[in-house]
């Protein structure tokens, strides 16, 4: 009999909050994702590892799966996307990945930029604070280059590691155990 597959989806690795400082509309704009890339290239003001919010994942994706919401960044529809990877391919910052639906805990940033840096020009970026070290129940999650990054071998997706983050920084894609928005400056 033949090996069934393991469902797939994507993620994006930003949740926003970033970008929209001093003028910069980011994909608003732009054409594109490198073109918005290009235009904040540089400036101190605009988080440079966040979603550009150019669409360039959503013009690839043959389902309607992934668009650039209102928060101006990359959202996927879980329930329409197959991991089939395109817009993966897509983001010039890579920070779209899949996942499988049995890791559905992921840090929302990739900044690598020191805690304070991050602050500046993102609500909800990881500032490498540890708290989600510390209450990670077995050693799943570390800290490299400024943030989390979580082992999905050792993961267990019991999400505390999503409750006790104080920026909301780390996501749950079901929605169960993030932090609740309100909580989080948007």
Same mark, same amino acid.
């Given at each position: 009999?033949?090996?069934?597959?393991?469902?797939?989806?994507? /993620?994006?690795?930003?949740?926003?909050?970033?970008?929209?400082?001093?003028?910069?509309?980011? #994909?608003?704009?732009? &054409?594109?994702?490198?073109? $918005?890339?290009?235009?904040?290239?540089?400036?101190?003001?605009?988080?440079?590892? #966040?979603?550009?919010?150019?669409?360039?994942?959503? $013009?690839?994706?043959?389902? #309607?799966?992934?668009?650039?919401?209102?928060?101006?960044?990359?959202?996927?529809?879980?329930?329409?996307?197959? #991991? *089939?990877?395109?817009?993966?391919? $897509?983001?010039?910052?890579?920070?779209?990945?899949?996942?499988?639906?049995?890791?559905?805990?992921?840090?929302? *940033?990739?900044? &690598?930029? &020191?805690?304070?840096?991050?602050?500046?020009?993102?609500?909800?970026?990881?500032? $490498?604070?540890?708290?989600?070290?510390?209450?990670?129940?077995?050693?799943?999650?570390?800290?490299?280059?400024?943030?989390?990054? /979580?082992?999905?071998?050792?993961?267990?997706?019991?999400?505390?590691?999503?409750?006790?983050?104080?920026?909301?920084? /780390?996501?749950?894609?079901?929605?169960?155990?993030?932090?609740?928005?309100?909580?989080?400056?948007?």
């Amino acid at each position: 009999m033949a090996k069934m597959r393991e469902r797939k989806t994507a /993620i994006v690795q930003c949740f926003g909050n970033c970008g929209n400082r001093d003028g910069f509309t980011g #994909g608003k704009t732009a &054409e594109s994702c490198e073109q $918005a890339a290009e235009k904040c290239r540089g400036d101190k003001a605009v988080c440079q590892w #966040g979603c550009l919010g150019g669409g360039s994942c959503e $013009a690839v994706c043959r389902l #309607g799966a992934i668009h650039v919401g209102s928060r101006g960044i990359a959202e996927v529809d879980h329930e329409k996307c197959v #991991g *089939c990877g395109l817009c993966v391919g $897509a983001c010039p910052r890579n920070l779209i990945r899949l996942t499988t639906w049995e890791y559905p805990i992921y840090p929302a *940033c990739v900044s &690598e930029d &020191e805690g304070s840096g991050t602050r500046e020009v993102c609500g909800t970026g990881c500032t $490498a604070c540890g708290s989600c070290v510390r209450n990670c129940p077995v050693d799943a999650i570390s800290i490299i280059r400024h943030h989390a990054v /979580i082992d999905q071998e050792k993961c267990i997706a019991c999400g505390m590691c999503a409750v006790k983050c104080p920026r909301g920084a /780390i996501r749950d894609m079901n929605g169960i155990f993030t932090v609740r928005e309100e909580k989080v400056k948007i």
